[in-house]
């Protein structure tokens, strides 16, 4: 038994007990809600084998004490194995709760981390978000449930069919020429984007999904996807140069964050200032973009 969250030491053995009997191979995980006395939450997968849960358990109160002399009540749930994503998810979210490393975490919920609207503004601050994430996609690495292969508009392997349907309504000559050498640099860099790596990402991360301070925390990984792994960094940088004074310098920093905690390829270091431009291309935000975009592609 494992949970993203501990307090105490949670009693293994006695909770097993009341239903080992309905136990049979170890293939489905249940999801078990773990409802403490002071309000919390935790969230424990116990492995029910590869049956339902017995309809006569479902919805089963069970009452137990921590070591630490905690209160748990434990509400059975039946199994998910027919829905794969939803499976998957919680295989990820199990991974992650044992090896993201201390000062980081990590959810799948989709309430905001960063209500304040705070967005780092130091060099150090820079890099450490860069650690951050590259520590977060270290852990995702290794796991890739194939199920979380799946299409998501906002992944980067569909940016440039997103730039070519918006090419033509681009008014403004400026934007539309320099929209126009991204997508020439693109296709001339897809032989190298076909090759390159690919894992489970985060794939949203920016001011809205990660909360940092003493500790970082990403929310929102219900949309996590396997992709080209340098898309993560590409996507979290276009999602917060837009509101740094100095882009460069912003860029520089936390790809060598990201680049200590998860070293990039000789590749993905030569196309990331291009995907950069490709993602704020299709998603333009900046108040000045074409000086943006004429920096980070040129870059």
């Known amino acids: 038994m494992s949970s993203s969250r501990s307090s105490g030491s949670v009693l293994a053995k006695p909770l097993l007990h009341p239903f080992s009997s309905h136990l049979a191979n170890p293939e489905i995980l249940t999801q078990v809600h773990l409802d403490l006395q002071q309000g919390a939450q935790i969230h424990f997968t116990l492995n029910l084998g590869s049956q339902s849960l017995p309809s006569s358990l479902v919805g089963e109160k069970l009452n137990f004490t921590t070591d630490s002399g905690e209160r748990i009540v434990v509400t059975l749930q039946s199994a998910i194995e027919k829905d794969p994503i939803q499976y998957a998810l919680l295989r990820v979210q199990n991974h992650l709760s044992q090896i993201l490393p201390e000062g980081i975490s990590a959810t799948f919920n989709e309430s905001s981390a960063n209500s304040s609207g705070y967005i780092p503004s130091s060099e150090k601050e820079w890099n450490k978000l ?48 320099l929209a126009e050498k991204v997508l020439h640099r693109y296709e001339t860099a897809e032989p190298i984007l076909e090759d390159l790596r690919q894992s489970l990402i985060h794939g949203n991360v920016g001011p809205s999904t990660v909360s940092f301070s003493d500790s970082t925390k990403f929310v929102n990984l219900n949309s996590c996807i396997i992709t ?42 030569q196309v990331l200032p291009l995907l950069t431009s490709l993602r704020l291309i299709t998603t333009p935000t900046h108040p000045n973009p074409d000086l943006l975009w004429s920096t980070l592609s040129t870059h």
């Open 130 to 177: 860069g650690e951050a994430i590259g520590h977060l996609d270290n852990c995702l690495s290794q796991i890739t449930p194939e199920e979380l292969r799946r299409y998501n508009r906002s992944d980067l392997k569909h940016a440039k069919c997103i730039l070519l349907k918006q090419l033509p309504h681009i008014e403004k000559p400026s934007s539309k020429k």
């Open 228 to 269: 080209h792994t340098i898309n993560e960094l590409a996507t979290a940088i276009a999602s917060f140069i837009t509101q740094v004074k100095d882009p460069i310098t912003f860029l520089t920093q936390i790809t060598s964050g990201y680049h200590k905690s998860h070293p990039l390829t000789t590749d993905e270091l």
